[in-house]
């Protein structure tokens, strides 16, 4: 066992351990911060596959911007009190066996599609500057659309939340 595994180890139980305390706490917050702690796990899994461009993705976006959301959605909701913001476990049971289900048969197709663990040699020219020239090279209009789109949704947003009262 050498130090990669004992990391891959370490990291995994990263990303179950906090989404185990996610399912059983009534605390959105503390949820929440669980959810954060198992993407950067998550993150740091992909670091070890030398999936580096996948690592800064799953911070910036996931981590960063999902959380930052389901942080102020959470905020921002009237409470009756001043009491915490707590949730109801309604079918702990049937949760739990859907996600075993999914879990196994997950397991079984990963083991079945003969991927395998290799440290691959990284190129002279690392992925995220492949993936950065290709995008302002071949693949510029399909960026840029791409873009527009991200605005426009943005200024929908920002549209319907004045036009409801909540801005």
């Known amino acids: 066992m050498g130090i990669s595994d004992v990391f891959a180890a370490f990291f995994g139980l990263m990303v179950v351990v906090p989404v185990l305390y996610l399912m059983f706490t009534k605390n959105i917050i503390r949820a929440a911060f ?17 999936a580096e461009l996948m690592a800064v993705v799953q911070i910036m976006i996931y981590a960063g911007g999902v959380i930052v959301l389901l ?13 915490g913001v707590f949730t109801q476990h309604r079918s702990v049971v049937l949760g739990g066996t859907v996600c075993a289900v999914f879990f196994l048969l997950l397991t079984k197709w ?20 492949k993936i950065g020239v290709l995008f302002l090279t071949d693949h510029l209009i399909a960026f840029e659309v ?5 605005l426009g949704a943005l200024v929908g947003a920002a549209f319907l939340a004045k036009k409801s009262g909540n801005a």
């Open 34 to 50: 669980a959810f954060v702690i198992s993407l950067l796990g998550l993150a740091a899994t992909y670091v070890l596959l030398h």
């Open 71 to 83: 942080i102020f959605g959470i905020m921002l909701t009237k409470r009756v009190s001043d009491e």
């Open 110 to 129: 990963t083991l079945s599609s003969g991927l395998t663990w290799t440290n691959a040699e990284v190129s002279d020219m690392d992925q995220v500057r």
């Open 146 to 150: 791409i873009a527009f789109l991200l």
